[in-house]
């Protein structure tokens, strides 16, 4: 048993007779043990360190910035925050950024350990899909949860040379795809016809909903895919509760 887990087993009997804490207690209880012994010191610190391949002209291959950015990671099911990491979208990989005494480098964390992530707002979870051959297993990004179902965004990188004086340079292009898991099952969303065949008890309200916010698929499709599902899940549970 871990250092780690005996504290946390300590701690859960702890509250059993002096009461439960929140959620943010917890955080920071993780957050105060690891900087106790040193983060080092945990099971996180057991990856390879990433060395970057590509030189860039201008468009990266991260998820929002080529900077380091706050977050937390679960990884062996054991969560750690307050962490400055980044998400390699081209190579499907969670970056993770050493202390200085550890000479500021970066550990390239085994994707088969990480549960799940968070950058900023954003929270990603580690899907295998090997069972499903039209769906690639890997890191998607929760869009929508609810008792209906769950909405993920699978974020891409194409990769494009750039033959320039300065040696052969590289652009990634953004490209991205949604899928929807309902009833056990999960469906690749592409059009109103994918969700047609899912909810074909919807479909009229899903052809108007499409035709009449155009506007929004066109200029932010993971708001126009939100809304939509959002009304979806509205009429599903009207319908259940009836």
């Known amino acids: 048993m871990t250092s780690r ?51 860039i002209y201008k468009e990266h291959q991260f998820f929002g910035s080529s900077d380091y950015q706050k977050g937390y990671v679960t990884y062996h099911s054991e969560k750690y925050f307050d962490l400055k990491i980044k998400y390699n979208v081209y190579e499907d990989k969670v970056l993770l950024k050493l202390s200085d005494k550890f000479g500021g480098t970066t550990l390239q964390l085994n994707s088969d350990h990480v549960d799940n992530f968070n950058i900023g707002k954003h929270t990603f979870i580690n899907l295998n899909l090997n069972d499903f051959s039209t769906v690639s297993s ?35 292009l953004d490209r991205k795809s949604y899928i929807l898991f309902h009833d056990n099952i999960y469906h690749s969303i592409n059009s109103k016809g994918d969700l047609n065949k899912i909810f074909p008890e919807l479909k009229k309200e899903i052809n108007k909903f499409y035709n009449a916010n155009a506007a929004i698929r066109k200029s932010n499709s993971d708001t126009f895919w939100i809304l939509l599902l959002k009304k979806i899940n509205s009429q599903v549970a009207n319908k259940i509760t009836m």
């Open 138 to 172: 890997g890191f998607y990004e929760i869009l929508l949860e609810n008792d209906s179902f769950c909405f993920y965004k699978k974020h891409r990188k194409i990769k494009k040379e750039l033959l320039t004086d300065d040696g052969i340079l590289y652009n990634f």
């Open 5 to 55: 887990l005996l504290f946390f087993s300590f701690l859960f009997f702890f509250k059993l007779i002096y009461g439960q804490s929140t959620k943010v207690e917890d955080r920071d209880h993780y957050i105060w043990f690891d900087r106790f012994i040193g983060i080092e010191n945990t099971g996180l610190y057991n990856g390879l360190q990433y060395i970057e391949k590509y030189k």
